[in-house]
């Protein structure tokens, strides 16, 4: 029995000096046989892009949502949002989409290069190629359209065109309001309808 004890007692004493020798001869190995790195081959990145990233704070792809008072659903996406750094309740939004749902189930479908989210007023201005699709039959396309997420309303107020149930339109303005629960689109400012009956 003393015999196993000193045996392995030797093997203990033995691989405390063994093993760690044999560590740092493998890890000397590594930087013997290491290549030395190139700067010039390391991943390239573009100075203004870093300068870009570290400047803005981007949101990818953020969501808005909210019920109106009377009761229309609203939903705001986009691919990214940019925080005002001097009002963070202000928000840049891009490539901006919208839907809207009434209470009767009507929908209004709006698309857009650019938006700005105002957190203080819950009002959100859609800029450039604004697009307005209503279940009711209407195309429209404006260069900008102001809407609510506290109540549904939606206003045009420059030129837009575009097609309805009765043909195609030509407007300086456009508003959508509810009256009795209903919402209705009103057209001012010089409108032009051309009639085009169905086929």
């Known amino acids: 029995m003393a015999v196993a004890d000193n045996s392995y007692s030797r093997f203990v004493q033995f691989a405390k000096v063994a093993l760690p020798l044999l560590a740092l001869g493998l890890l000397s190995t590594l930087f013997l046989f290491s290549k030395s790195v190139n700067p010039e081959d390391a991943i390239p990145f573009v100075e203004d892009d870093v300068e870009s990233i570290a400047e803005k704070q981007q949101i990818a792809a953020p969501k808005f949502s909210g019920v109106t008072t009377d009761g229309s659903k609203v939903t ?3 691919d990214f949002a940019t925080p ?10 891009e490539n901006t989409r919208a839907l809207v749902v009434a209470p009767t189930g009507r929908e209004i479908e709006i698309s857009a290069l650019t938006a700005i989210y105002d957190g203080a007023t819950e009002r959100v201005t859609f800029r450039g190629d604004v697009d307005v699709i209503t279940s009711t039959g209407y195309r429209l396309r404006s260069e900008e359209l102001q809407t609510s997420l506290a109540e549904t309303q939606l206003l045009s107020p420059g030129p837009l065109t575009g097609t309805g149930p009765s043909g195609v339109l030509t407007a300086g303005r456009m508003e959508v309001i509810t009256r009795n629960g209903v919402e209705v689109l009103v057209f001012n400012r010089g409108v032009k309808l051309v009639y085009q009956p169905d086929n």
């Open 76 to 78: 705001v996406s986009a």
């Open 84 to 93: 005002d750094p001097e009002n963070p309740r202000r928000i840049a939004i």
